[in-house]
């Protein structure tokens, strides 16, 4: 004997389409409110897996969507971070050392996420050094074909003349083959002491103190103050803290650009 139960028509499953709506995505980001994304929408201003997105109701998966705004990349994972790290002198660039010296993962100890540090610092450098757990994007950064511009602050015997000034802009031969420096600068003369500002693309071990010192001017200080769009300014030693949006943007727009 059949119940009641067998006599009541079945629901069928309701078949919910899949990902996020475009705008919310970009909300969440932070571009703007739910109507801002969707006037962006309506412009013609965002595209998704580079094709360009003039109507609503697009649907996306933030976890593999590569969206722009504008032709800036937009962050839209909110489980990726990109964290800025003023970086003590004596601290290694690792996140373990099994010798027990301080490293970078020691001051990063309490966060959840699985770090990367995006190329290095030697020990005794100081400054900026970018953290992320996007393992593709840190891999680009340290690639030396996408060449991110790193600016120094070196302090080294003074006075430096206008020869060595000229020799460094035009280039100078080490032993694994030539470098010349994109920009480089006196910032300050300090009588028997100088700091120079020093910019390169490329990334060869220990590049900005053998540099100066096949010109005469060895190093006593090195501080890595910007890395492309992101700058140390104030922010103090041992301290981290998130890029802006941006920063993050541009870094994207300057790795894309590479490609």
């Known amino acids: 004997m059949n119940s ?3 006599d009541e028509p079945k629901v069928p499953p309701i078949d919910r389409p899949a990902g996020v709506r475009l705008q919310k995505v970009l909300a969440a980001a932070g571009i703007g409110s739910r109507r801002t994304s969707e006037q962006l929408i309506a412009e013609g201003r965002v595209a998704v897996n580079g094709v360009p997105v003039s109507e609503m109701g697009m649907r ?7 969206i722009h705004v504008d032709g800036a990349r937009i962050n839209v994972r909110d ?3 990109y964290l800025a790290l003023n970086k003590p002198r004596g601290v290694l660039s690792a996140m373990s050392d099994d010798q027990g010296r ?5 001051l990063v100890a309490d966060r959840s996420e699985r770090l990367f540090h995006v190329g290095r610092l030697d020990g005794d450098t100081e400054g900026l050094l970018l953290l992320t757990n996007d393992g593709e994007l840190a891999h680009r950064l340290m690639h030396p074909s996408f060449g991110i511009a790193k600016t120094y602050l070196a ?4 006075p430096v003349p206008k020869d060595v000034v000229r020799r460094v802009r ?3 031969e080490l032993e694994d083959g030539p470098v010349q420096a994109d920009s480089f600068r006196v910032v300050q003369a300090q009588g028997e002491r100088a700091i120079v500002e020093v910019v390169l693309h490329e990334g060869r071990n220990h590049i900005v103190r053998r540099l100066l010192a096949e010109v005469g001017h060895p190093v006593q200080r090195l501080v890595r103050t910007a890395i492309g769009p992101v700058r140390l300014g104030a ?3 041992g301290t981290l803290r998130e890029l802006s949006r941006d920063e993050l943007a541009e870094i994207h727009r300057l790795v894309d650009k590479a490609m």
């Open 4 to 6: 009641q139960a067998d």
């Open 60 to 66: 996306v998966d933030p976890q593999t969507a590569i």
């Open 79 to 81: 489980d990726l971070v």
């Open 102 to 106: 301080p490293t970078v993962g020691d």
């Open 155 to 158: 302090t080294v015997p003074g």
């Open 170 to 172: 035009g280039g100078v």
């Open 235 to 237: 922010q103090r030693v």
